[in-house]
């Protein structure tokens, strides 16, 4: 694992092959019924997941969709031109209407004149919000969740706190999972490693792998689709809290849907 002074932008590009094609699964696992890991790396216990949220179908039109919108509304229009009526300056006539032997102005400020008004220019207040309906992104959540458990990129962690900020701690409690669970490669890749989605704030936590550039931490309760088919692997901390609150999230969205 390597470290580095700051962290992965979590804006990172989601892999197209995540988005656009099912693919086939890269270890077998079974489906509702997985092991829960410590942060030493011993078995915890063993979980049953609901198919609800572990066994849904893959929605490859859904998720492309929740994908492109919450791109969208995470843009921050940043360009922006000045138009003719904005730019200083161009009050006064350059030149008589007539009799110098020159085109016809009237004002500086015109697009055409170098300094002047530009027409059809980028405009910070645009707006490139779309709307997710909720039962939507929940969808496609949990079609995004199912297809990481199939090819085996989710793994269960019972807790994962430290007394302080530790860097070295939150390194040897990665090396320990990595190693109980068989994937050696989440200690290992330089880039997008995983997601570690934590079942409530904290800030030891947080801070402790803070320095990680291959890694990111985040509430269970914020997690989207863009998030995780970003990171090749997804750590969820407290499997029962988690269940707990994607539970409460689907009832939710099938009462909005009834009404």
Known sequence: MTATATKTDTK????VADVKTAGTPKRNTDALSVPVYTMSGKTADTISLPEEIFGAPWKNDL????IVAVQANARTP??????RGEVRGGGKKPWKQKGTGRARH???RSPIWRGGGVTHGPRSERSFAQKINRK?????LTSVLSRKLKRGEIIFV???SFKEPKTQKAK???QAIAKASGIPELSTRRVNAALIALSKKDSAVEKSFSNFGNLHTEEVRNLNPVMILTYRYLIIENPKEMIKTFSTRSTSAKKRSTI
């Open 12 to 15: 990172a590009k989601v892999r």
């Open 63 to 66: 998720v492309q969709q929740v």
């Open 78 to 83: 940043i360009a922006h031109t000045k138009t």
């Open 106 to 108: 009237g004002s500086i």
């Open 136 to 140: 939507m992104r929940f969808a496609a």
């Open 158 to 160: 019972d807790s994962i």
């Open 172 to 174: 040897e409690a990665v």
